[in-house]
């Protein structure tokens, strides 16, 4: 299947993620320091790297940014914490395919896999409709997370929280706060003076580009 690079410093979380990835085909290599991390990057060929924010030594930024300046078709995806929006959004900013917010299921972790390798075998033309390829890109990863596109398609019509959590009809409220906030601190979603969430013009745009671009539900 793939060979996939696993970097995290707790090790029941290590061990967890390197038997679900090799349970469903793949090669892993498992490590819990960034420098080691780095070690594997340089002599191995890797097709994803999932890796925690937070690791001693080098953490989930550098990893990704040395990823794409040397490997810049090996797919990352950033594993963070809820309360950790700023580094999620500058992982997709900086090019990380997918995050994933703890604590998360290990379905999470195969679903997020699995759709950043069919990545891979899709290549997306820039479509019509004023997109930057800066800006396009960006939309691109912002779009990768199934919950992020749900949030999106529904505030075509400003909704409050509670609103957008019952109609989602998931069971984690903190999920969706997080992504929230994440897509609100992409410039995608804002808030009016009541607190009720709508789309920006960038979000108008991904709205716009999830219309545009023909590809399935999991794959985008």
Known sequence: MARILVA???TITLRALERVLRKEGHEVVAVDDGESALQ???RQDVDVLLTDIKLPGRDGIA???WVKQHRPRVRVIMITGYSSIKGAV???KRGASDYIAKPFSLEDIIASVRAVLEEE???ISLPPGGFSKQEFELLIRALNHPLRRQILRLLHVPRNFTEIWRTI???DP?????HLRNLKAMGLVKQDKNRAYSLSELGEKALSLL???KVEEQII
């Open 211 to 213: 219309n545009m671009v």
């Open 174 to 178: 903190t999920a969706v706060s997080f």
């Open 90 to 92: 500058e992982a997709i």
């Open 169 to 171: 009809g998931t069971k």
């Open 40 to 42: 594997v990057l340089e």
């Open 8 to 10: 995290d410093d707790e």
């Open 63 to 65: 990893l990704l940014e």
């Open 121 to 123: 075998k899709h290549t």
